[in-house]
């Protein structure tokens, strides 16, 4: 049983204006839908979150999205609603079962529903299986800013375990190339220290060798607000002796610096393969 005193605090300092449903059952015991015989308690909750749409309150069971910090006991407000779209949050009920997991479409074309706890497998969904969807989470009553602030992060640790073997090497995707440079963006401290980054996407096929042009466009494109911002020119200049290898290659006896520089280069270059798939090397 939930607390009502969690219940009236769970919106902060919204103004509650607007009854809906509460059914007092984890989102696995069943949805409203499906199990007439459970009947809500009306709860008032803010218009600027419901803003007319249909919704309800639940809250989460078990700790399979510990990941985008939603924990067990959690309460959640859903939205109900069958129309979903990658990266959402949802209940789904998949062969009676009911799940909250975040909906993921791959770049083939197949559709996941994926945890943030790596305890358990990514779901990919079949035209085998019985599969409906209830609704997408709305506000997080505990945590609503932070709810989904891994999403990106999670889906890119179970990409590694979705895809199937294979001999041909992995290039990464447009975005999870975005997800690293954002990630490894504030270790830059100087405009050539980008040729870590670049010769590890070189390495990965997803930049032709020696194309440094097309590596400053793409940084300049995500992130145009960077203090040191890549040149094609300092880029060049750094690209030689031990520098001109494969990333995995680099060592301080044949880089064109020495010591804490050849680190300040070789930190860059380790932070972009550590954000990668490890498919990728």
């Not at 600027?48 to 700790?63: I, P, Q, R």
């Not at 599969?131 to 009553?141: I, T």
Request: charged share 25%.
């Amino acid at each position: 049983m939930v607390s009502y005193s969690n219940i009236s605090n769970m919106f902060g300092e919204m103004v509650c204006d607007t009854l809906v449903p509460f059914y007092d059952v984890g989102i696995s015991c069943g949805l409203p839908n499906d199990r007439g015989d459970i009947p809500p308690e009306m709860i008032m909750a803010p218009s600027e979150l419901t803003k007319g749409h249909s919704v309800c309150v639940y809250y989460a069971m078990g700790d399979s999205m510990e990941g985008v910090g939603i924990y067990d006991g959690d309460m959640l407000l859903i939205e109900n609603i069958r129309r979903i779209n990658s990266y959402d949050i949802v209940v789904a009920r998949i062969d009676g079962e009911e799940v909250l997991k975040t909906y993921y479409v791959d770049e083939d074309g197949k559709h996941w529903l994926v945890p943030a706890n790596e305890k358990y497998d990514a779901i990919m969904l079949t035209e085998e299986m019985d599969v409906r969807f209830a609704g997408r989470l709305l506000w997080h009553c505990r945590q609503p800013r932070d709810t989904t602030r891994n999403i990106r992060q999670t889906i890119m640790r179970y990409k590694n375990k979705m895809r199937p073997v294979s001999a041909e090497p992995y290039v990464p995707t447009y975005d999870e190339v975005v997800d690293a440079l954002i990630c490894v963006a504030p270790l830059v401290k100087a405009r050539r220290r980008w040729l870590g980054a670049c010769r590890v996407l070189m390495d990965c096929k997803f930049i032709h060798k020696g194309r440094f042009d097309k590596f400053c466009e793409l940084v300049r494109s995500i992130l145009p607000n960077h203090e040191f911002l890549p040149t094609i020119g300092e880029l060049q200049r750094m690209a030689v002796m031990g520098f001109s290898k494969p990333f995995s290659e680099w060592g301080e006896e044949t880089a064109p610096v020495h010591k804490k520089h050849f680190y300040a280069y070789y930190e860059i270059g380790e932070a972009m393969v550590k954000q990668l798939p490890k498919q990728c090397f």
